[in-house]
């Protein structure tokens, strides 16, 4: 009894010490839309060549333009052009973009804020059931006390940095690359 007694007091200052992350207000107080959100990539997600993208945590559906959540700070921004003629070639229109310097820390996302919504994908390469989808996706601390949200609003996807006490806003450094396929 002695020793469950001490490990829920030295527990206990941990629990209270846990925060959840800080959720910004939208600037223009756009609603979270029931038609667009994030969704956890199961195995479903393929790059130019068909092969799984093993790198993709998240991936934003509902706007025209797709971002996917990578491991380690990244985010890729993608517009596809599609043609209604087959013998014209689609256009898919990428831009990778990484958070660094020396204060960076490489993140991966994390999910808040589960939506009604479970999704199923059959397809050669996956086969995943009851894949969940959420209003929004969190990088915790890219750099000290700054947070990377992203969600949508009623005009599409929403990148947010997010600058709780103690930030130092010069210490944001983004590298990106773009291409076309």
Known sequence: MKSLLLVVLVMMPCALCAQAPYIQPDFYNDPLPEHAGVTVNAGQTADEFGDPASQVIYYTEGGKIRMFMLKNSTMAFTLATMDTLP??????????????GEASSL???????????????????CNATGVESYYRVIYENVYPFIDVHVYHGLYGEKLAIVMRPGADPQMCC????????
């Open 87 to 100: 013998a014209t070639p689609d256009t898919i229109r990428s831009l990778h973009m990484r958070f660094i």
């Open 107 to 125: 993140v991966d996302p994390i999910a808040y804020g589960v939506r009604n919504l479970k999704q199923n994908f059959h397809m050669a390469h």
């Open 174 to 181: 983004l590298n990106s690359r773009g291409r076309t396929v």
